[in-house]
């Protein structure tokens, strides 16, 4: 089976450009999470969505914003972006919204801002 | 404020030889996850081995295997044999429940391994 897929794998913004990051879950989860990590960093929490409804929401700010699709992938857009927002956005699913659910990861999209 | 906190940012080991990263943690939940995630250089987040916080029996992957201390919050995984594909950065993770099924990690520790 597939695991979770996210594309593009590379990204090149600058400064102001908006982004699109896509996700795929594993088939049969209907849960996406979305993680940033900063070089050096652990993954910090900044989505969840669960049956095409926002669940959770970290501490970011209002320039990051989601969507979850009736096949349950996913988008995460970054507008008006800064050089700060460079990092690995890392995409995972789980089958449901409880806690005692493992979530998989994807291989991550690596964002650039210039 | 649940937090990880892992005190080792590197570890080496020798090929064959056993190591042990730590972790430690805060919450005030009493049910709880563990996880232990390794990150190779490809950075796809690969789960090594989980824990329930209720359950008193230590969890065992093959060579992989951790010591939880409930009490003193404490979650160290120990790698058996270590191979040189073990060479990754190892994240702590923890899951509490509340609202959000969120993962909380550590800094991650860099294990090497020498042949």
């Known amino acids: 089976d597939a695991g979770v897929t996210q594309s593009p794998t590379h990204l090149i913004k600058t400064r102001g450009q908006q982004v699109t990051l896509r996700c795929s879950p594993i088939s049969g989860h209907k849960s996406v999470s979305w993680y940033q990590q900063v070089l050096g960093q652990g993954p910090q929490f900044i989505f969840q969505y669960y049956e095409k409804e926002e669940r959770g929401r970290g501490n970011f700010p209002d320039r990051f914003s989601a969507r979850q699709f009736p096949n349950y992938s996913s988008e995460l857009n970054v507008n008006a972006l800064l050089l700060g927002d460079s990092a690995l956005y890392l995409c995972?699913?789980?089958?449901?919204?409880?806690?005692?659910?493992?979530?998989?990861f994807g291989p991550g999209t690596r964002l650039l801002v210039l | 404020a649940q937090t990880v906190t892992q005190s080792q940012p590197e570890m080496s080991v020798q090929e064959a030889e056993t190591v042990t990263l730590s972790c430690t943690y805060d919450t005030s939940e009493s049910d709880y996850y563990l996880f232990w995630y390794k990150q190779p250089p490809s950075r796809q987040m690969i789960l090594v081995i989980r824990q329930e916080a209720y359950k008193q029996q230590n969890a065992t992957e093959n060579r992989f295997s951790v010591n939880f201390q409930k009490a003193a919050k404490s979650f160290s995984l120990k790698i058996s044999d270590s191979q040189l594909g073990d060479a990754a950065m190892y994240f702590c993770a923890l899951n509490y429940g509340g609202a959000t099924n969120k993962l909380i990690f550590g800094t991650g520790t860099l294990l090497a391994v020498q042949p």
């Open positions: 995972a699913s789980s089958p449901g919204i409880t806690y005692q659910e493992t979530q998989y």
